[in-house]
């Protein structure tokens, strides 16, 4: 027996896959909102919706959204917002450690570490064209 | 009630079978029926640190196959009462280990002891999952390395989400942090990581740190859990654990800083 770690019973239960095509989409789904740490080898997957992690979320845990993503916590793993292609999805970080971050399939590695001037900040990322922009928020 | 606690950490090496014996010696000492549980099938080895490896006739094996009874099994310590002990098999296969006969055993065993410590091998496969699965609390032992921390994160995933107590919607199992073989010298000079850093990581409550020490091999050669040692650092740091479990939470953490030497001790050349 293996143990999968796709941590299955985090996501919300109203979230089930639906046959975009023969089905009219609501104009929105809830909010996923999860409220304990994240940690390595488990994967949060807010179909439809956009994601709220109050937790930390380690190393080698994994966030995605087909909305934006919002972080209260560090994040140390991976976040991916606008998975289904919103290139208007965001990402709002209360401390930049990640080891990668994307925004409808444009990422970013931080092979040689976050920049100084990111690095354990409040930032958020958007896209504008094809660039990836990671922006200190000012408070 | 009885508890079952398992003593898990993902990485191997890190102290699990070393703790079980400390921990399970140390609830036995308090008056605690304990009974510590080997579910390291084919590399049988608490039974060598519980100093009992020549009593062994039956195993955890022969009980779930239903060849024996649990209290021909069952082992009684040599340094305490109220403890016993259930061998792992050496020469069976892991997969013999199922569920069912675990859950079965672990029912028979509420019935008479009031700690069930159960000692995880390593990994996160069938028979490290099969140790945590009725867990009631779990002890994460972990060192001061980025690698095993890593390996820890990864079991407090599995035991949130995959645990029967999350499976079945009850209260999560509770957590305790572990940091064993601590060496607070190699810490300030930034070669290991420090409690610090361990728990803004994990973020779990410390049961403790029990310091890195010589005299773990020397009571594991022979045969003493090292909770037993005579004016030893790792027997006081494990005593500490146990108060701390059965909610002394008054105890200060030692051990975490470097320890200044006295100028009679530096002239007499003691550690
Ligand atoms: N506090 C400690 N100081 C020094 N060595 C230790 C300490 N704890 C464990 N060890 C040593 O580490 C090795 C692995 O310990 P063990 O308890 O068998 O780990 P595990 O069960 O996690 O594989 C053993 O050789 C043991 O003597
Ligand atoms: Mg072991």
Redesign the pocket.
């Known amino acids: 027996m293996t143990i999968e770690t796709d941590n299955s019973n985090v996501l919300d239960p109203n979230t089930q896959r639906q046959n975009p095509v023969s089905q009219v989409l609501p104009t929105f789904r809830p909010t996923m909102i999860i409220n304990k740490p994240v940690r390595t080898g488990q994967r949060i997957y807010a179909e439809g919706s956009n994601l709220v992690v109050l937790g930390v979320v380690n190393a080698g845990a994994e966030l995605i959204a087909d909305g934006d993503i919002h972080i209260y916590a560090p994040l140390r793993g991976r976040a991916i917002a606008g998975a289904q292609g919103n290139e208007n999805a965001r990402i709002f970080v209360h401390s930049l450690e990640a080891e990668l971050i994307s925004v409808a399939g444009c990422f970013k590695v931080f092979e040689n570490g976050i920049p100084e001037n990111l690095r354990g900040k409040p930032v958020q990322v958007h896209l504008d064209g094809s660039d990836l922009i990671i922006q200190p928020l000012l408070s | 009630m009885s508890k079952v606690i398992v003593v898990t ?1 993902g ?10 014996a400390s921990f399970s010696s140390g609830l036995a000492l308090r008056g605690n029926k304990t009974v510590v549980i080997d579910f ?1 099938v084919g590399l049988r ?1 608490l039974d060598l ?1 519980m100093g009992c490896e020549r009593r062994v006739v039956y195993d955890i094996i022969n009980v779930i196959n239903g060849e024996v009874t649990l209290k021909q099994a069952l082992i009684k310590d040599k340094n305490c009462d109220n403890l016993y002990i259930l061998p792992a098999s050496q020469t069976r296969d892991k997969d013999a280990l199922n569920l069912e006969g675990v859950e079965r055993i672990l029912n028979e065993l509420k019935e008479s002891f009031d700690c069930i410590v159960c ?1 995880s091998p ?1 990994g996160i496969e069938s028979g490290a999952f099969t140790a945590m699965y009725f867990a009631d609390e779990a002890l994460v ?1 972990t060192n001061p390395e980025v690698s095993s921390v890593r390996d820890s994160d990864r079991i407090l995933g599995i035991l949130a989400a995959k645990s029967k107590r999350a499976v079945d919607g009850l209260d999560p199992v509770k957590e305790h942090l572990l940091i ?2 601590y060496d607070p010298k190699r810490v300030e000079a930034g070669e290991m990581l420090s409690v610090t850093d361990i728990q803004e990581i994990l973020r779990i409550p410390l049961i403790g740190v ?5 005299s ?2 020397q009571a ?1 050669n022979a045969g003493t859990p ?1 909770i037993h040692l005579d004016k030893s650092d ?1 027997a006081e740091a494990y005593r500490d654990v146990v108060g701390r479990f059965m909610g002394d939470e008054r105890l200060p953490m030692r051990f975490v800083t470097v320890e200044k030497k006295s100028f009679l001790k530096r002239l007499l050349g003691g550690r």
């Open positions: 950490s990485k191997g090496g890190v102290g699990k079978t070393t703790t079980s390291d080895n640190i000692d390593a032992v064993t073989r029990i310091p890195e020490s010589e773990v091999l594991s090292a790792v």
